[in-house]
């Protein structure tokens, strides 16, 4: 034991190592000039701080990557960080921002910018949140060579992995928060990815040392036979598709639809595709909405809704309807073969998005006070701002996502992957039959769950953290849709608590 004056000397040096670490975090605490002082289009004050800015993660090639950290409205130095991830490939995730589960909901205005209200579901209510657009080349991030935009799933991997580190030494004080990264549709991709080089990062010492504590997944791609097989199923059980014709394509295809052999197979599965052509495919339960030259589909809320748009049926004919999603294109494209993914424009032709009505996003994010505001980079460097980009050419070049899923949850990251479950998009009987492919123990049969005192959808756990969720009455882009719902089981995945 050591001397009164020992002990007090210990004290002291306690004391100022206290002290000195305290300078250090307040010296490289968030970066004031990332600071978000005020956004067009709302005029209240901001129930948190708001940053934005870039990261170059490769000075070679001036590779810039564009977040938006929005801090928690509760308490921001304990609350969990989550990176949030749209997919595409080639979507910003200003599309979470702007139409899911940001601060703000966004009011469409005929005479000028969209007007901004607070959002009483936005997910940074329980958690700080990164809005990353990924990879260069999507929404505001950019590259100053055309090379750099070549790029597939394990670029896109290691280029987010060198953004968070980055991204921490600029916000150290958040180091020792819980993380989690999430995400949905193509993100399916890119979030068990990234977890996966963050968790290779963690377990070789690589600095400074990330908290992950586990990952979310919405509607996300995930294996070719899977989810290539989730369609009929799905349609179904959602009576879109006859019981005869059912049992006849099931006969035809021998259970494989997602890559006919044979000419009878062929022809059974386009009668599916002629039944369920014209829904809108992100939410069966929709309506859908045409200019004059195409069909567009708006999400849940018809408050997006151009004027220019009329409802299908209420005036002349259209002259066509959108088909399936990118790289989706059922059934003749499976959702996640290997090789070059064309991005939405690119297949199309057009940079419009089908069954998504963008007008409110656009014209905010292209408006030169906003993008000042939001320090972006001058448009001669990133271009204007579209929900999904042409400028990237983008390689599906890990496979299937199962492998990555195993290993994660082997390694005791928790996972919950959700799926609004009117979607046909990534139908959820895809991703409840590739959970259960894993082969774990399940530790929480299958039951429904609940929100607001009602049933909110169905949910099913797994031992190694792993659960698989349903939310009722949901599509493609769930807290679009249940946005209520959607904040709960998030609030309740971050805890650690029981959905």
Partial sequence: ????????????????????????????????????????????????????????????????????????????????????????????????FVYEHGPFNFELSYDGLPKLHLNQYGWSKVSNIIYLDSPAGVGFSYANTTAAYITGDNETALDSHTFLLKWFELYPEFLLNPFFIAGESYAGVYVPTLAFE??????????????????LVGNGVTDEEFDGNALVPFAHGMALISNELYQEVKQACNGNFYNPSTDVCKQQLEKVNEDIDGLNIYDILEPCYHEP????????SNSRLPSSFRLLGETEKPLGVRKRMFGRSWPFRAPVRPGIVLTWPQLLNDLSVPCTDDEVATSWLNNPNVRTALHVEDEGSTGGWMLCTDKISYNHNLGSMIKYHKNLTMRGYRALIFSG??????????????????????????????SNDQVAGYTQGYENGLTFLTIKGAGHTVPEYKPREALDFYSRFLLGEKI
């Fill in 198 to 215: 963050v968790a290779k990062g963690i377990d070789s010492g690589l600095k400074p040392a990330l908290n992950l504590k586990g990952y």
């Fill in 421 to 450: 479950d009117h979607d046909m998009c990534v139908p959820y009987t895809g991703s409840e039959e590739w959970t259960r492919s894993l082969g774990y123990k399940v530790v929480d049969e299958w039951r429904p769950w609940m």
């Fill in 293 to 300: 030259s195409k069909i567009k589909i708006t999400g849940a």
């Fill in 1 to 96: 034991m050591g001397s009164p004056k020992t002990g007090l000397l210990s004290n002291w040096a306690l004391l100022i190592s206290a002290v000195c670490l305290s300078f250090v975090l307040a010296a490289h605490s968030a970066p004031e000039e990332a600071l978000v002082t005020h956004l067009p289009g709302f005029n209240g004050t901001f129930p948190s701080k708001h940053y934005s800015g870039y990261v170059t993660i490769d000075p070679k090639t001036e590779k810039r990557l564009f977040y938006y950290f929005v801090l928690s409205e509760g308490q921001p130095s304990k609350d969990p960080v989550v990176l949030w991830l749209n997919g595409g490939p080639g979507c910003s995730s200003f599309d979470g």
